[in-house]
């Protein structure tokens, strides 16, 4: 019973009215061919009947007799009628018994039911004849059989069954095929599909790698996949990451304020007590502020604010505003540029994109080090490119600092939350752009972004 279910489905029920149209017009193609023949063949008889009755009707009575009668003698098909009667309607010559019943002697060409000669019980056959009364009251009647016409008819019905038969047989078959085929990938589908919900997101959907529409779907949905994978993968530990990151300030506020009940006998304990508690509330205000502004950037709120953005001013502004922070850590902080680059976006959200960066630079460079930013012009692209001279990032942690609270080891003691570079990459991410961890000593951000216009 499954295997008939291609006859329900859409494909095959198109190429079947695709089919039974093709059928019609071909049926009606033949039809409109037969008539046309028909037509021709019945008005080239129609021509030489009425040639043959002006030739004979101007012979002389003697000549026109033998001339009727050489005229049936070649006759091999046996399809010339003619006959020659008197004005009492005596057959003189001729093939034919008599003149039929209410035929018009006016010489136009008519259909008519005749009797050959010899073959009285034969009703006789439908011709195209023509009738004149000559000068002398005699009668000429001149006609010739057209049933060819049923001999092309044939012809053209076997033409018809052979052609048509087999065509509409391979239409169906090749319909029956394509639901079948489109049957069995959308039941692949439906399984994967099955497995994906059941918790296998290393699930993806099958395609032939061709430049078809299902493939081109299933290559989509797979990159949606791959997306879904990475979220769900990510957002598995970012709870525990939470509650890791808030536990500790507020059990640092929890200590110091039950401390602080304890054993502080004076206004300054109690303050200091104050002021640590304020702290670690701070701290955990700052995390979950953070979180909301990832969020709201992730959820594309701000697209709506997009307009042109000089990369340039944007650059020069952070180095202002993170040149006297470099001093204090005695880090050398420059900026290289060279023209004017433009970008379609938002200019609060770049502007923290590059802080960011910059403020992770200074933070990771040792004293005495640098940190440069450089506008550069790329391949149909510009690159804001953030270096410095501290510790770096690993190969092997080029995709985990852009995860939300990741901290490398070697940094777990420097203050902060592990949301700056995740907040970088949602907001790069929200513009079109590309985000490049460069690994290695040293370290190397560059943010890749379409270009609006240059000078």
């Not at 989509?220 to 990510?234: H, K, P």
């Amino acid at each position: 019973m499954r295997q008939l279910q291609f006859m329900r489905s859409n494909t095959f029920r198109w190429t079947a009215a695709v089919s039974a149209l093709f059928a019609l017009f071909v049926i009606v193609l033949f039809g409109f061919i037969y008539w046309k023949i028909d037509t021709y063949l019945i008005a080239r008889s129609d021509r030489m009947i009425s040639v043959q009755m002006n030739y004979m009707a101007e012979l002389p009575h003697d000549r026109r007799i033998h001339a009727i009668e050489s005229h049936l003698a070649q006759d091999s098909r046996r399809v010339q009628f003619a006959g020659l009667f008197d004005p009492s309607g005596g057959r003189l010559a001729g093939n034919v018994e008599s003149v039929p019943a209410g035929f018009a002697l006016d010489g136009s060409v008519q259909a008519a039911k005749v009797a050959r000669v010899g073959a009285a019980n034969d009703s006789g056959p439908t011709i195209r004849a023509v009738g004149r009364r000559l000068d002398h009251g005699d009668v000429l009647f001149i006609g010739r059989n057209v049933d060819e016409t049923r001999e092309i008819s044939s012809v053209v019905g076997e033409a018809l069954a052979l052609g048509l038969v087999p065509a509409l047989c391979l239409c169906l078959v090749a319909g029956a095929w394509l639901s079948l085929r489109a049957q069995r990938r959308v039941e692949n589908v439906n399984q994967r599909v099955q497995r994906i919900v059941a918790g296998d997101l290393q699930e993806r959907l099958p395609h032939d790698g061709v430049d078809d529409p299902f493939s081109r779907l299933a290559v989509i949905v797979n990159g949606m996949l791959d997306e879904m994978e990475s979220m769900i993968t990510a957002l598995a530990g970012v709870g525990n990451d939470i509650a890791h990151d808030l536990r500790t300030p507020l059990t640092r506020a929890r200590l110091a304020l039950e401390r602080g009940r304890t054993h502080a006998t004076t206004l300054e304990q109690l303050q200091e007590v104050a002021d640590k508690a304020v702290a670690g509330i701070d701290q955990s205000l700052a995390i979950v502020t953070a979180l909301l502004r990832l969020t709201e950037i992730e959820n594309s709120r701000r697209s709506a604010g997009f307009g042109n953005v000089a990369l340039h001013e944007i650059l020069r502004e952070i180095c202002d505003v993170y040149e006297p922070i470099a001093e204090d850590k005695q880090i050398a902080l420059g900026v290289d540029i060279d023209r004017k680059l433009h970008v379609w976006g938002d200019r609060d959200l770049l502007f923290e994109a590059v802080a960011n960066l910059v403020d992770n630079a200074i933070k990771f460079t040792p004293p005495g080090g640098k940190v440069n930013l450089a506008l550069l012009r790329g391949e149909n692209a510009s690159i804001v490119q953030v270096t410095d001279t501290g510790p770096g990032i690993g190969e092997q942690e080029r995709e985990a600092v852009l995860r939300r609270f990741y901290r490398s080891d070697k940094m777990r003691h420097t203050p902060g939350v592990g949301l700056g570079l995740s907040l970088v990459a949602a907001i790069v991410k929200l513009h079109g752009f590309r985000l490049v961890v460069q690994p290695g000593p040293g370290g190397r951000f560059d943010i890749v972004c379409a270009d609006r216009q240059s000078s």
